[in-house]
Structures are given as structure tokens and as C-alpha cells.
């Protein structure tokens, strides 16, 4: 369920699908996406501020909050990095994960960029779906 042409690659309608159903309605849903692009720079420079000051508690509580949030719209590749990144500061590999905060930044750059597009397919997607936006 990718829409064709996303630049980011990694967006799972389906899991927005799920969102809208456990809502009963696409509108919320829609909406969180959006407020999660527009928070998507904050949260991921929370994240490089935090691993760049070796702080453990505010770098796990930054990532789990864009990892939740990246699985909730189906923003799969910003969640693996998460994941990935998650892991090394459990194991208090602050270089390793400084390493990896450019992938992240580069991921989030794309879904940036093709923002519009996202939410129009997110829309597309959801009006399919159980009569969501009939008339």
C-alpha cells in the first residue's frame, strides 16, 4: 500500500488504515499525520541534541516518541532507524549512534519533501476504505 512515487519509500498506508479504524473516522487520523511531519524536524533534532550529550534517559525518551509515533502513520524506515538507534544507546554506543543520526536526518529530509504528496495518498488511501469521505 505505497503510494507510487513517495520519494521516502517507507510510508505503510495500511497503518494509517488501522489508525483511521481504531478512530472510527480518516480526519483524525489525516490530522495526526500531518502534525507528525510538522514535528518530524523538532523530534529528530531532539534526538541528534541528545545523543550529542551522551544523555541516555532524554535520547531513549526522543527516540521511542518518533518511533511511536513513525509506527502509528506507517513510517517505517524513520521507526527501524529508531529501533536501530534505540539499541545502541541500551548498550551505550553513543558513537555508533551519532553514526547513524545522518540516515535519520536524510530519511526525514525525504518525508519532508514529499509531504503533500503523502497526505494526498494518505487521503486517496483512506477514502477506499469503509465509505471513509463519501459524499
Known amino acids: 500500500m505505497k503510494p507510487?512515487?513517495?520519494?521516502?519509500?517507507?510510508?505503510d498506508l495500511g497503518r494509517l488504515q488501522s489508525l483511521a479504524e481504531e478512530l472510527g473516522s480518516p480526519e483524525p487520523a489525516l490530522r495526526f499525520l500531518a502534525k507528525y511531519?510538522?514535528?518530524?524536524?523538532?523530534r529528530v533534532e531532539r534526538i541528534v541534541h541528545a545523543v550529542d550529550e551522551h544523555d541516555a534517559t532524554e535520547t531513549t525518551t526522543a527516540v521511542l516518541s518518533l518511533k511511536i509515533s513513525s509506527s502509528m502513520v506507517g513510517a517505517r524506515e524513520t521507526e527501524h532507524q529508531?529501533?536501530?538507534i534505540?539499541?545502541?544507546i541500551r548498550e551505550n554506543h553513543f558513537d555508533d549512534a551519532a553514526h547513524?543520526?545522518?540516515?535519520?536526518r536524510q530519511t526525514a529530509?525525504?518525508?519532508l519533501?514529499?509531504?503533500?504528496?503523502l497526505i494526498r495518498a494518505a487521503h486517496t488511501s483512506?477514502?477506499?476504505h469503509r465509505g471513509f469521505f463519501r459524499s
Open 109 to 111: 529530509d525525504r518525508c
Open 37 to 42: 511531519l510538522a514535528m518530524l524536524p523538532q
Open 113 to 117: 519533501a514529499s509531504r503533500s504528496d
Open 100 to 104: 547513524a543520526l545522518p540516515a535519520l
Open 86 to 88: 534505540e539499541s545502541m
Open 4 to 11: 507510487s512515487g513517495n520519494p521516502g519509500g517507507e510510508l
Open 126 to 128: 483512506l477514502s477506499r
Open 82 to 84: 529508531c529501533r536501530a
